[in-house]
């Protein structure tokens, strides 16, 4: 069980990821951003599908 635990590597911008091949998993990864208001993200997606969930805040 303690291998599902995963700690944040920072408090700001991207503060997870966690692969697919990281976690064993066979296809689906995840990332974390935490952002300040009006801040963007950008990520090279290539023939990946993604979805975007707010976690918290508004948009």
Known sequence: M???LRKPF???GKV???TAQSA???YVGFSLYRLR???RI???T???EIIL???EGKA
């Open 16 to 18: 997870h990821e966690i």
């Open 2 to 4: 303690s291998s599902l």
């Open 42 to 44: 950008g990520e090279v």
């Open 24 to 26: 064993g998993w066979r």
């Open 46 to 48: 290539g023939s990946n």
């Open 53 to 55: 969930v707010m976690v």
């Open 37 to 39: 208001e009006g801040e």
């Open 10 to 12: 920072g408090t700001h």
